[in-house]
């Protein structure tokens, strides 16, 4: 084909230079043309100008549109087979070829495999198993077929119009009872049990046009109030059922809470439902007062609608008395023996519990500066560090009983010879100041420099005595010794005190062989 075409070219390019004739050329191109056109194109067999432009191939596809405005304006628009097709840059002839005489097939249809998405009605639902004849009508073209849902199920319709002709709205391609009609797009909101109502029920006769919308027109037999609370049923009821009664009463002067919205109208209103009713608690109430009236008449004081034994009265924010921990449990009568109306209660602690106190009033009477209500020995915020004897080493980790041995604390002695008396190694020769070598760390953990602390320099002989050595003796107070050598060298001074008591005026204290006279 290839060759034939390239001499067929070679021949025109020849006859039509040599001649200058275009009647002339038009007779050679006829006797070179590769064969008979289909039976559309006969017409143009005599004048290959109409589909063919010497040199040019890229003109041939605007020669085919030319003649085929439909198809043009497909692909102009990007719509339709062709318009899709052309999208993906395909020329005419790619798929139609021509001069393969009268009746050959150029469209080349494939029905069985033909791909109904590259159109601009994809095949869905129930529309993939159906014939293409049954939209595609013999002897028309396939362009031509109908595209609305109306076009083809005018017969299949039901509504007899009265909907409109766009079915789709509330069908789709699957089937025609699954409908996706939105009745939230009407006047009538479907809400509650109406979702579930069949069409027919409302709309008989498919009659939608002057459907009535009040409650009354549908469900007057269902009234059991027999019109005695009006027509206007949706004022307490919902579609969500008739039981469920969606009046809402907090737009009267009454709003309904806790055990109220349980009660039957019927229990208040006994009479006429316009009829006003008293208001308050005690006179539906009298005969549930179980005060007897000793605390008047503003039972919601204290009580709600919860119920009897749930008390709303808060006592922290309408006292200056917070209910805390235990206090919470207790019953008001407790505290309230009076009349509730007139009495006055003092707040202190120490008000109720002065017979509680094991501190006998030694601690004062703000027993809430340790204690929480709690309980006694619950939360117990005492700060040893804020009285005199801060807890530190092993003081903080020692139970409280090991030195308060009762309750009265202020009794207590604070000095470490009171406490740790029986653990003096010393038997008090080093006095009764522990603190000045020890701390509350541990007794082994001991510090004591007798360089600084004293004015009497260890040195010499002198710096690895034993310190008992000196403090032989039992003090209970502040220890005095003296500096001198014949404090303690006294026995043995060979010199029999003749040569006085400043003995350091010859020895030092390295040794008393040591002499050097000063």
């Known amino acids: 084909m290839l060759k034939r075409g390239l001499v067929y070219k070679a021949i025109m390019i020849i006859a039509i230079t040599a001649m200058g004739n275009s009647a002339l050329a038009a007779g050679i191109e006829s006797l070179v043309m590769p064969g008979p056109l289909v039976q559309g194109h006969a017409k143009y067999e005599e004048d290959c100008s109409n589909c063919h432009q010497p040199f040019s191939k890229k003109s041939q596809d605007s020669l085919c549109t030319d003649c085929h405005e439909k198809i043009r304006d497909d692909i102009s628009a990007k719509r339709g087979y062709h318009g899709r097709s052309m999208a993906r840059r395909t020329t005419c002839k790619h798929c139609h070829t021509d001069h393969e005489g009268r009746n050959a097939d150029i469209i080349r249809l494939g029905i069985e495999t033909f791909d109904h998405d590259n159109t601009d009605y994809p095949l869905k639902g129930a529309h993939t198993g159906i014939s293409c004849n049954a939209c595609h009508a013999h002897g028309k073209k396939y362009r031509d077929a109908p595209g609305s849902c109306i076009d083809c199920h005018r017969k299949d319709d039901i509504h007899k119009e009265q909907l409109g002709d766009d079915c789709s709205d509330c069908h789709n391609e699957r089937s025609w009872r699954k409908q996706k009609f939105n009745h939230d797009d009407t006047n009538f909101r479907l809400q509650g049990k109406h979702v579930d109502v069949d069409c027919n029920s409302c709309h008989v006769s498919q009659r939608y046009k002057g459907t009535a919308s009040d409650c009354y027109s549908c469900h007057r037999l269902n009234d059991v109030h027999t019109g005695r609370y009006g027509a206007r049923c949706e004022g307490c ?89 235990k206090h919470k449990d207790i019953q008001c009568e407790l505290c309230h023996r009076g009349e509730l109306a007139t009495e006055d209660l003092k707040t202190s602690c120490f008000s109720c519990h002065a017979p509680d106190d094991v501190h006998k009033g030694q601690e004062g009477e703000q027993c809430d500066t340790c204690h929480s209500a709690s309980g006694w020995s619950e939360q117990v915020r005492f700060d040893h560090a804020m009285s005199g004897f801060p807890l530190n080493g092993m003081h903080a980790a020692t139970p409280c009983e090991e030195c308060h041995l009762t309750a009265v604390y202020k009794a207590v002695a604070s000095s470490c010879n009171d406490c740790h008396r029986e653990d003096d190694v010393h038997k008090q020769r080093l006095g009764l100041q522990c603190e000045n070598c020890h701390n509350p ?55 029999d005190g003749r040569f006085g008591r400043y003995c350091e005026r010859c020895h030092d204290t390295s040794s008393f062989d040591a002499v050097e006279i000063r």
């Open 237 to 325: 009821h919902s579609e969500k059922d008739w039981a469920r009664v969606k009046f809402d009463h907090a737009e009267t002067d009454f709003p309904l809470a806790g055990k109220h919205r349980k009660v039957q109208c019927a229990s208040c209103h006994t009479a006429d439902l316009k009829k006003e009713l008293e208001t308050s608690c005690i006179a539906c109430h009298t005969n549930d007062d179980e005060h007897g009236g000793r605390y008047g008449r503003k039972c919601e004081s204290c009580h709600s609608p919860a119920g009897w034994g749930k008390i709303e009265f808060s006592h922290s924010d309408d006292t200056k008395f917070p209910l805390l921990g």
């Open 441 to 495: 760390n541990g007794w082994s953990l001991w510090e004591f420099d007798h360089n600084q602390q004293t004015d009497f320099v260890l040195d010499g002989a002198h710096e690895g005595l034993d310190c008992l050595a000196c403090h032989s003796k039992r003090s209970t107070g502040k220890i005095h010794l003296s500096s001198a050598c014949d404090g303690c060298h006294r026995e043995d001074d060979i010199h």
